[in-house]
């Protein structure tokens, strides 16, 4: 994984070296985000300690080696220091399977850690496209507010024009009047919503200067179906971990029976220094096999201790699996509505645009009323700014989808 985070990093724009680099793309700012999380970095710390525990276990299911030397005096010996130095190899304790299950349950608590380090990395770009694209939504809507309040202030002098030659109520002039400020309001609200987005994504990426440029139209992706996403349930990060989590609290069961196996302890001494009495000895070796007999019932509290854990970790595997299929479940259909959606939003604008110019010219021949033209002016703005957030919110589902499907964030394209 830390591989990974470094290959992402060295393929970044230059940008991610410097903090007032202008962000500009969703990728951009997942790099830099990346390269920013303090979440990110807690889980590559968990990673690196699950692996020296894995590493402790490993090495302590292994012989040691040592030198010992001992100096002695003793009495009858006139004061003369007799060294007695050697090599040992030693092992204590040793029954093999609990060992065996110790060490493999250490090797599943680091691919735990590495797979809950991928989920954060998921829930970083989950929240980032949800800030970069409100960024952007909020940025569209105040386009289409200035543009409306441009057509709705030329509006407003037309009526003021008209009342002033007697061809218009002073009612209509006033109606057109609050439409214009209505939308003032609203630009005012799209421009905080704007600024909010962009601190938050400025915090996310520890950069002064983000430009999230609107990602260009592109045809949708082809609908693979809920039964492609749904088997693909297996390779998202948190399934992982709590599979290799549920393997762990397995092994720690076997660990725990290893207990009550009988233990083997050796030794193996190859002598450097010797007393006089005992120069002719080289070498010894020792071979003691101890069996557990009773213990007042603790081994048998721990094994169960141990399998309580195991049908926990079963149970929360069961649990994250049904979970992610739910969130698949949840996600395709959004995508698919917001796909919809996006369809009839975009027809609607067609719409009211048209119906717009119509009343427009109907007006000129006396046909309509100011106040249709008013709610026909309205009708457009709501479009507008319906098509623009359905557009959003489709590129944010699409994201929202792949991700919970498992995919991994340096695999999207992220625009």
Do not use: C
């Not at 092992?91 to 349950?105: D, I, P, Q, S, W």
């Amino acid at each position: 994984m830390r591989l990974s985070l470094s290959l992402i990093l060295a393929a970044a724009p230059a940008f991610a070296a410097s903090p007032d680099a202008p962000i500009r793309t969703l990728g951009e700012a997942y790099a830099a985000a990346l390269a920013a999380s303090e979440q990110v970095a807690v889980s590559e710390q968990a990673i690196r300690r699950a692996e020296a525990l894995y590493k402790e276990a490993l090495g302590s299911s292994l012989p040691e080696l040592s030198y010992r030397s001992q100096t002695s005096v003793q009495d009858g010996t006139r004061g003369r220091a007799e060294t007695d130095g050697a090599l040992r190899l030693s092992h204590a304790g040793l029954n093999g399977y609990r060992e065996l299950a110790a060490v493999r349950a250490a090797k599943a608590d680091a691919g735990a850690e590495r797979f809950r380090r991928r989920r954060a990395e998921q829930l970083l770009l989950s929240d980032l496209a949800g800030a970069y694209y409100g960024l952007l939504q909020a940025r569209e809507d105040a386009t289409n507010i200035a543009e409306l309040q441009k057509l709705a202030e030329l509006r407003l002098k037309e009526l003021q024009e008209r009342v002033r030659v007697g061809r218009s109520r002073e009612a209509d002039a006033i109606a057109q009047e609050f439409q214009a400020s209505s939308l003032k309001a609203q630009f005012e609200e799209s421009s905080r919503l704007a600024g909010a987005r962009a601190d938050l994504l400025a915090y996310l990426t520890r950069s002064s200067v983000v430009e999230a440029a609107a990602p260009a139209s592109s045809a949708p992706a082809a609908d693979l179906g809920l039964p492609h996403y749904l088997a693909r349930v297996e390779d998202r990060p948190d399934v992982g971990a709590a599979r290799l989590s549920a393997e762990s609290a397995g092994q720690s069961v076997k660990a725990a029976q290893g207990d009550r196996l009988p233990e083997l302890a050796l030794g193996l001494n190859r002598y450097t220094n010797r007393p006089v009495v005992r120069e002719r000895v080289k070498w010894d070796a020792g071979l003691t096999l101890s069996f557990p007999l009773f213990s007042w019932g603790a081994g048998r509290a721990a094994v169960e201790q141990a399998r309580t854990s195991a049908e926990t970790g079963t149970l929360d595997l069961s649990a994250a699996r049904r979970q992610a299929e739910l969130e698949v479940r949840n996600a395709y259909r959004d995508l698919a509505s917001a796909r919809r959606q996006l369809e009839v939003r975009r027809h609607a604008v067609e719409l009211a645009e048209r119906d717009y110019a119509l009343q427009r010219r109907d007006e000129a021949r006396g046909l309509v009323t100011s106040l249709e033209i008013l709610e026909s002016l309205n009708r457009l703005s709501a479009a507008r700014l319906a098509r623009s957030a359905a557009d959003l919110t489709a590129r944010l589902a699409a994201v929202s989808l792949e991700l919970a499907a498992g995919a991994r964030p340096e695999a999207l394209d992220l625009k």
